[in-house]
RNA sequence: GCGGGUGUAGCUCAGUUGGUUAGAGCACCAGUUUGUGGUAUUGGGGGCCGUGGGUUCAAAUCCCAUCACUCGCCCCA
């Protein structure tokens, strides 16, 4: 009963700072390239992922939370950002005039173990290029990705590893040599690849198991079936990165779960979290409109990252302004307090009023709160028009007049 | 969904081959200081030993189940 649900938590204060720090640094990083903030709901008709994601992900056939409104109406807890945005596209007919730039940030939901830096309501920012198929779009994605993490200081923490998944006639060029090649060894491959050489061959390509390893180092190189096409695109963005001095390393066992993925495949990889590498990942999705029963295509490239990750990589304090508190001494103070308060925090300071306790315990919760400052008001003071301000890392303190303590308290912050 | 580990005070953890009233440090509250915090000192509150069942004269301790957390697998951010 007073235990969250699986797979869920809290955000108590200091928590819920460095998260929000996370999210307003990426906000207005992706501000600085036009991406402006956009919100969709968190849940959607199932048909919005079951149809963009592929019946056979692993999202929709396992991790989705599924339930039915009181008409019967399939629902679905968003698993992912990109779909809801593309489905908002759609929905308010800004086909037109596209390209749009998007960033979002919010809560999605996966029905899945519990694990460091997973859970199952967890958190994400993102950003979306929607309607533009230009290479240089694919670079501006990862540029804004790179920008953040020089923000949060992670630059070291992370490696920028990328593929090119090719387009769909490369794509399915490929998947056919593979699904060959690995048919032919289909009994020393482990169980999980099996099942993926029915289901998704590529993601044979990033097992971990050490026989399936083997049998993929001498597998054919998905590089040498992209078409000049393909190819041509995957140079342009990695002349880009070279040009903006981000470095990448690329790894061609790098694929994607989902089915609406092509050409661009990238990932921030990390070390430092355990079995979970990825902390900021993304890719071209240019057929997702269709699945979505659009007629055309809407090329698009977009990236998410995993708010709780980015946090566990960041091990620097976030700085939070301390407060002034603000301590009655006696009866009558206690009612004239609440006048100063109001008017400094008008002023703009960050008051908090001591409420309960003798002057000692007013003291301690001073402490407690972190605060810079304490003014203290009594009798004394009262009839003097004054207050004493006392600076709680120094343990100084200085009878300050009433109309001198505003200009006091600013110029000594 | 599969496998391993861990659940004792708000937190970090002791707790003997099962044995009587379950401990420590930190944190919290109060006194030493009736108008002054951090340090010191003295005292105090606080535990269905995760939960449910079983074995036993006796269970925090052994067994089973369950829940939660955690590590790995699958998959992903």
Not at 61 to 72: L, N, Q, T, W, Y
Not at 86 to 107: C, D, H, V, W
Not at 134 to 144: A, L, T
Not at 176 to 192: I, P, R
Request: with cysteine; aromatic share 8%.
């Amino acid at each position: 009963m007073t235990q969250p649900f699986r797979g869920t938590y809290d955000q108590l204060p200091e928590l819920a700072a460095r998260q929000q720090y996370i999210v307003d640094a990426a906000r207005v990083q992706a501000s600085l390239y036009g991406y402006d903030l956009v919100s969709t709901p968190i849940f959607e008709y199932a048909d919005v992922f079951c149809r963009s994601l592929g019946e056979s992900s692993d999202i929709v056939s396992k991790e989705m939370f599924v339930f039915d409104d009181r008409h019967g109406d399939k629902l679905v807890l968003r698993p992912e950002g990109t779909a809801g945005i593309m489905r908002a596209i759609l929905s308010n007919k800004l086909t037109s005039q596209l390209p749009e730039k998007y960033f979002y940030a919010g809560p999605m939901f996966r029905y899945e173990r519990p694990q460091k830096g997973r859970f199952r309501q967890f958190h994400q920012i993102g950003v979306e290029f929607i309607g533009e198929s230009m290479p240089g779009s694919d670079v501006e994605v990862i540029s804004v990705a790179w920008d953040l993490f020089e923000r949060l200081g992670l630059t070291q923490k992370v490696e920028l590893q990328i593929n090119s998944l090719g387009d769909s006639e490369s794509r399915q060029a490929y998947r056919d040599v593979l699904v060959t090649y690995f048919s032919d060894l289909k009994d020393q491959l482990s169980e999980d690849s099996k099942l993926r050489l029915e289901k998704n061959p590529l993601r044979i390509l990033d097992s971990k198991d050490p026989g399936d390893r083997v049998l993929i180092e001498s597998a054919p190189n998905l590089k040498d079936y992209l078409n000049d096409i393909s190819q041509e695109f995957l140079g342009s963005v990695l002349e880009g990165l070279g040009i903006l001095k981000i470095p990448y390393v690329l790894n061609p066992h790098l694929v994607r779960g989902l089915d609406y993925y092509c050409h661009t495949a990238f990932e921030f990889v990390t070390d430092c979290l355990g079995s979970h590498s990825a902390v900021l990942a993304g890719g071209r999705y240019d057929s997702l409109a269709q699945l979505m029963g659009h007629k055309e295509p809407i090329p698009s490239i977009g990236w998410a990252s995993g708010i709780e990750r980015l946090n566990l990589l960041m091990d620097q304090e976030i700085s939070s302004i301390r407060p002034i508190s603000i301590i009655p001494i006696g009866p009558t103070a206690e009612t004239q307090v609440l006048v100063i308060a109001q008017w400094l925090r008008r002023e703009g300071l960050k008051v908090i009023l001591s409420h309960h306790g003798n002057l000692k315990s007013h003291m301690k919760y001073a402490n407690r709160i972190n605060a810079a400052k304490a003014i203290l008001l009594g009798d004394t003071e009262l009839e003097n028009h004054t207050a004493i301000v006392k600076c709680l890392d120094r343990g100084t303190q200085q009878e300050v007049g009433l109309s001198q303590l505003v200009q006091y308290l600013k110029a000594s912050s």
